[in-house]
Nanobody
Framework: QVRVVESGGGSVQAGGSLKLTCDVS????????AAWFRQPPGKEREAVAG????????SYADSVKGRFTMSRDSAKNTLYLQMNDLKPEDTAIYYC?????????????????WGQGTQVTVSP
């Protein structure tokens, strides 16, 4: 059984940093891919960052490129999202998702396994 658990959210002022952690069990980081999504208040869920396990390649949404970094520790079965220079518009619930089947990390519909989310609030 696959279990995904995010942590590390919180409240920061604009310009600050947070590091989100995603602990995954029942799933190995060999095939497939993972992504961080976020859902701002009153808006739809959007893809933030993704990683393909076989190539270790990462990609980012334009809105976070240069500020956010996604990484993984395969030994710990853990994913991370380092968020720097946070802005009020980054305020959202952040979700981690993993998937074995083929597809694009940008498409939330492709993911079977999701965490419960962690709240990130950035004040001006």
């Amino acid at each position: 059984q696959v279990r995904v658990v995010e942590s590390g959210g919180g409240s920061v002022q604009a310009g600050g940093s947070l590091k989100l952690t995603c602990d995954v069990s029942g799933f190995t980081f060999t095939d497939g891919y993972a992504a961080w999504f976020r859902q701002p208040p009153g808006k739809e869920r959007e893809a933030v960052a993704g990683i393909y396990f076989f190539t270790d390649g990462t990609s980012y949404a334009d809105s976070v490129k240069g500020r956010f970094t996604m990484s993984r520790d395969s030994a710990k079965n853990t994913l991370y999202l380092q968020m720097n220079d946070l802005k009020p518009e980054d305020t959202a619930i952040y979700y981690c998702a993993v998937e074995r089947r083929g597809g694009s990390w940008r498409d939330a519909r492709r993911f079977q396994y999701w965490g419960q989310g962690t709240q990130v609030t950035v004040s001006p």
